[in-house]
Antibody, heavy 123, light 107 residues
């Protein structure tokens, strides 16, 4: 059974940094791309970032490019999201999700999601 | 970016009703469409992909159809556990984009 468990969320001041983690189990982690999707309070879903199975290719939404960094440690079956220069508009539940495919892009989609971790950016 | 527009934004229905939600893309997406169900406080759950392929374990009362820019999600007979918010998502182009969601409430 696929299981994704996010951690690392919390309250951070504007301009601050945070690192999210996602521990994965139940599948061969290194053979699938992974992604982060966020949901602001009471709002819809927004794709944030993705990384290929081997970690060599990374992708970002325009709203976070240059501020967020996605990475993975396949030896630990763990996905990360480093978030710098945080803004109030980054406040959201951040979901880790498994991609059905090695790469992010056309033909692949999200098939399993974690329960999410809440990031609140406020002074 | 490809814009996804769902309609309606919300609807009220009764158990046993047939319910249809529409998703329109700003350009053709060649059936590269997924549907997700989200219950309050929970993670989204994949229902269908490739516009009409039912994910394993999802009840057959859910079905999807469409082509080009217009797609639909239909629940043939709404059950109590189906009251939730539904999102469409295109994966034809990058970045992936979602519809704004359709909340299905109890009448």
């Amino acid at each position: 059974e696929v299981h994704l468990l996010e951690s690392g969320g919390g309250l951070v001041q504007p301009g601050g940094s945070l690192r999210l983690s996602c521990a994965a189990s139940g599948f061969t982690f290194s053979t699938y791309a992974m992604s982060w999707v966020r949901q602001a309070p009471g709002k819809g879903l927004e794709w944030v970032s993705a990384i290929s199975g081997g970690g060599g290719s990374t992708y970002y939404a325009g709203s976070v490019k240059g501020r967020f960094t996605i990475s993975r440690d396949n030896s630990k079956n763990t996905l990360y999201l480093r978030m710098n220069s945080l803004r109030a508009e980054d406040t959201a539940v951040y979901y880790c999700a498994k991609v059905r495919g090695y790469y992010y892009g056309s033909g692949s989609f999200l098939d399993y999601w974690g329960q999410g971790t809440l990031v609140t950016v406020s002074s | 970016d490809i814009q996804m527009t769902q309609s309606p934004s919300s609807l009220s229905a009764s158990v046993g009703d047939r319910v249809t939600i529409t998703c329109r893309a700003s350009q053709g997406i060649s059936n590269s469409l997924a549907w997700y169900q989200q219950k309050p406080g929970k993670a989204p759950k994949l229902l269908l992909y490739a516009a009409s392929r039912l994910e394993s374990g999802v009840p057959s009362r859910f079905s999807g159809s469409g082509s080009g820019t217009d797609y639909t999600l239909t629940t043939s007979s709404l059950q109590p556990e189906d009251f939730a918010t539904y999102y469409c998502q295109q994966y034809y182009g990058t970045p992936w984009t979602f519809g704004q969601g359709t909340k299905v409430e109890i009448k």
